[in-house]
């Protein structure tokens, strides 16, 4: 697999590439940086694909972060029993890094937490070039108008109800990685 270092721009071809992992760390030889290189957002097209990590099967990825561990536990169960890898975060700040160094495919997100707002969470990753495109299901107990005007003016993909979590979760989460 061909890719670039996210530093540099240095091209790398990688021969030990598991498929099953998006982000890998490596030592940059170019820069001599340790990088977390993005396999499919680094990857250098050329005319053999077949070694693409889109090619590979692998699993997606979501992130769910919620200061509520009874929640965490009841999402992180039904993805993982639906085929997803779940990583869990328990607060705003843990959100973020695990977001920058994780790229999930999908952050299901709760606004009020710990350390670090889900908005402000929000607002970093629009900011965050390599991840500002990774769609966010934003869930809250509570929903009002303002609050929905700003989440839908930043981008968000989709709202949960966390009272209804058991039955429209796996519903939003296939709806927007299906597009």
């Known amino acids: 697999m061909v890719v670039k270092c996210p530093n540099c721009k240095n091209v790398i071809r990688m021969r030990e590439v598991d498929g099953q992992s998006r982000v890998v760390k490596y030592l940059c030889s170019n820069c001599q940086e340790i990088v977390r290189i993005d396999l499919q957002q680094d990857a250098v097209s ?19 972060a919620d200061d509520t561990i009874t929640v965490r536990k009841v999402a992180a169960k039904l993805l993982s029993d639906a085929g997803y890898d779940v990583v869990e975060a328990e607060d705003g700040r ?4 695990m977001v920058q160094n994780e790229h999930p495919d999908l952050i ?48 968000v993909a989709g709202f ?20």
């Open 108 to 155: 299901v997100l709760d606004l009020l937490m710990p350390k670090m707002t889900g908005f402000d969470v929000l607002r970093e990753i629009k900011k965050a070039t390599r991840v500002r495109e990774t769609p966010i299901l934003v869930m809250s107990g509570v929903f009002k108008k303002d609050v929905l005007d700003f989440l839908h003016a930043a981008g």
């Open 46 to 64: 050329s005319s053999s694909t077949a070694d693409s990590y889109e090619k590979t099967e692998h699993r997606r990825k979501i992130l769910v």
């Open 94 to 97: 843990q959100a973020l890094e």
């Open 160 to 179: 949960l109800d966390k009272e209804r979590i058991k039955d429209t979760l796996l519903f939003r989460v296939q709806q927007i990685l299906t597009g």
